[in-house]
């Protein structure tokens, strides 16, 4: 079947970057004014508020994630770099989609978050400790190079069972794989694409052939050791799967604790000192982080059968996206929802991750990531500042989670 994939980015239509980076008054605007909104251009209808969101996102009989549209770009169109069958569960409504993801989650357990927590302090604290020497000569480092950039890559390379020193292949990759286009660059685009899947294809492959016969404590032993219903990974699928789980793994975190630094610089300067005299709010602002930071947080269905549950008449095979990150900031859920605020009691019901069947697998790793990485620099910096000469809109770069910050240069105290 033929899929259509829709420029989501069209329908805000935003003239500079950093308006992308922090889409805060468009969906302040959609809210209260379009909040189920029909966009010609793309023949779609968006949804903003918090329970339609919901509604959308979790009641697949009357909005389903298969269909011949999408606004999902990943992966390159040539063998090396497609989505397995097996991994097409994203497009499957229950009960199918529960088979295919029970495969891809014996990845996920609550016993491999518990053995991974260790492996990850130790690849942060490394990387605090290069940070903590350089700013021995320099105060001042790039937060993105030196810590958010590379973290989710080391430890996504760690916990699949790779030589961490591969890493930076890995953010290479990632950031070709999981680019987005549009129509005017969309044939230069694929090729770099085509040419990043097959590199990672070739790299990986004799991995997991040689996990298969001794396999380890890792995601691609997991993968291959993973059965439901007599059905297997072969080592091709867990080569192409992986390829899927890492660009899932790395921008997002990586988009996460950069932007979430940015507030602590630029949006609310006590935010620093807060977590300083109470490090227990570290968990309260990761989660106040993911509702009121992540952008652009979004997922697309396609209508099961003629409704009117959004208010709206929708027909038959139309496309809903659902904007989460809008939902996130809806006053009727959040009070003062346009306020940065690490001591809100109840964001831990932001939607970033969505909700219902197809919440995202990977969303117990990235809070540990992030928790466990502002925990670790918070304890060992008493203070972060301002580099006087850094300009937002020049330091942004298109991203699969939206713009995301190429650099963020700041001075650190010890």
């Known amino acids: 079947m033929n899929v259509e994939v829709v420029s989501a980015a069209a329908i805000p239509n935003f003239k500079t970057k950093s308006e992308e980076f922090f889409p805060i008054q468009w969906y302040?605007?959609?809210?209260e004014e379009n909040p189920v909104f029909y966009h010609e251009e793309t023949n779609s209808w968006n949804v903003f508020g918090y329970n339609h969101v919901?509604?959308?996102?979790?009641?697949?009989?009357?909005?389903?994630s298969g269909g011949n549209r999408t606004i999902?770009?990943?992966?390159?169109n040539n063998k090396e770099g497609s989505v397995p069958k097996k991994l097409r569960f994203l497009d499957m409504d229950p009960p199918q989609h529960q088979k295919y993801r029970s495969l891809v989650s014996a990845a996920f357990t609550p016993r491999s978050l518990t053995s991974w927590e260790p492996r990850i302090q130790q690849v942060i604290t490394e990387l605090v400790n290069k940070i903590e020497d350089k700013a021995t000569n320099?105060?001042?480092?790039?937060?993105?190079?030196?810590?958010?950039?590379?973290?989710?890559?080391?430890?996504?390379a760690d916990i699949m069972g790779v030589p961490v020193e591969d890493s930076h292949l890995f953010k290479?990759?990632?950031?070709?794989?999981?680019?987005?286009?549009?129509?005017?660059?969309?044939?230069?685009?694929?090729?770099?694409?085509?040419?990043?899947a097959k590199e990672y294809y070739q790299h990986i492959y004799p991995i997991v052939e040689r996990k298969r016969l001794n396999p380890g404590d890792d995601i691609i032993s997991d993968l291959i050791s993973a059965e439901v219903e007599n059905e297997k990974f072969t080592d091709d699928e867990v080569v192409r799967t992986t390829m899927q789980l890492l660009g899932a793994g790395i921008e997002t975190t990586s988009h996460l604790i950069s932007s979430a630094f940015y507030s602590m610089l630029y949006e609310d300067t006590s935010i620093y000192q807060q977590l300083k005299q109470d490090p227990e709010l570290v968990d309260n602002m990761v989660e106040e982080m993911l509702r009121y930071r992540f952008h652009i947080s979004k997922r697309h269905r396609n209508v099961k059968e003629d409704n009117d549950v959004l208010g709206v008449k929708m027909k038959k095979g139309d496309l809903v996206i659902a904007w989460m990150s809008a939902a996130n900031v809806d006053g009727e859920v959040f009070e003062n929802s346009y306020k940065l605020d690490i001591t809100r009691k109840n964001n831990k019901k932001n939607l970033t991750f969505g909700i219902g069947p197809h919440f995202c697998l990977g969303a117990p790793l990235a809070r540990m990531e992030a928790k466990i990485a502002f925990s670790t620099f918070i304890e060992r910096f008493s203070e972060?500042?301002?580099?006087?000469?850094?300009?937002?809109?020049?330091?942004?770069?298109?991203?699969?989670?939206?713009?995301s910050l190429i650099r963020l240069p700041l001075h650190v105290i010890r």
């Open 28 to 31: 302040r605007n959609m809210l």
């Open 54 to 64: 919901k509604k959308v996102l979790s009641d697949h009989k009357l909005f389903s």
């Open 72 to 76: 999902v770009q990943v992966g390159a």
């Open 138 to 156: 320099h105060s001042m480092i790039d937060i993105v190079e030196s810590y958010a950039g590379p973290l989710p890559s080391m430890v996504m």
């Open 172 to 196: 290479n990759w990632v950031d070709i794989l999981f680019q987005p286009f549009n129509k005017e660059n969309e044939e230069e685009v694929q090729i770099q694409k085509q040419n990043a």
């Open 384 to 403: 972060i500042r301002q580099e006087p000469s850094f300009t937002l809109e020049e330091n942004l770069a298109p991203s699969a989670p939206g713009q």
